[in-house]
């Protein structure tokens, strides 16, 4: 994101067409949930990701599966993902542990060598509002529908050092003294706000659909069918 970028309409050229998007934060967090949605097919995840993205439904119901899936790889790529970067590595400032770190893990504590380990957009949803409302006294219940993915991703990277979520984040890579009350102090706090669940790695998920899609297609047209 740059200053100096003019915060147009979103807007993607696909089979000839311009289709309009929605990219406010609530949606493309939606998008997330969806991925990681077991109640749903890898072909459902697709049609309702389009149909998620499109600001008129009407652009996108004729596309063939394959081509909701070119549509909203494209999406992912274009529009909510910087280059080489997934929705993890919004939180720059938290140190990676070091092996020596690991070693000291204790068994039951959770391990923060990996960025796509720090954070969850889900169970951590009440400690991002709570620090979106401290920090800019915004509400994000309120921003629904309003407030740009981009702009949020700009803000979660800013915010202060006394926000909780930003706390939270530094609980949970902080590195463990050796001995002593602090280092059980520090083990308390870990355990109290360690992720419950793996936080979903967007970018896999979608490399993972599009595996799954491709071996679809592929058995298909092996036995003659068509898209």
């Known amino acids: ?51 998620v993205f499109a600001e008129n439904k009407e ?16 999406i992912f790529d274009n ?10 590595d ?15 893990t204790s068994e039951g504590e959770q391990s923060t060598s990996k960025k ?7 169970q951590d949803a009440e400690y991002i509002y709570a620090s979106f409302l401290f920090d800019y006294n915004l509400d994000l219940f309120e921003q629904q529908g309003k407030l740009h993915w ?4 700009a803000l979660l990277k800013g915010l202060s050092e006394d926000a909780k979520f930003s706390k939270v984040i530094e609980i949970r890579t902080m590195k463990l003294p050796k001995e002593g009350e602090e280092r059980k102090r ?21 490399k993972e659909l599009d595996a799954k899609a491709s071996a679809f297609f592929q058995n298909l047209r092996g036995r003659g069918g068509k898209k």
Request: proline share 2%.
């Open 186 to 206: 520090i083990q308390e706090l870990k355990r109290i706000y360690a992720l419950n669940k793996k936080p979903v790695d967007e970018e896999a998920a979608i």
């Open 90 to 104: 919004s939180i720059q400032h938290q140190p990676q542990s070091t092996n020596e770190d690991e070693q000291n």
């Open 116 to 122: 796509d380990e720090v954070f969850d957009f889900e």
């Open 150 to 153: 981009r702009k949020f991703q």
């Open 1 to 51: 994101m740059k200053l100096t970028d003019r915060f147009e309409e979103d807007v993607i050229e696909f089979k000839g067409r311009r289709i309009k998007l929605r990219l406010f934060f609530d949606v493309v967090l939606r998008a997330f949930e969806l991925l990681e949605d077991e109640e749903f097919t890898e072909a459902q995840k697709w049609s309702l990701l389009a149909c």
């Open 59 to 74: 652009d996108v119901e004729e596309l063939s599966l394959d081509e909701k899936v070119i549509l909203v790889k494209a």
């Open 79 to 88: 529009f909510i993902h910087e280059p080489g970067e997934t929705a993890q």
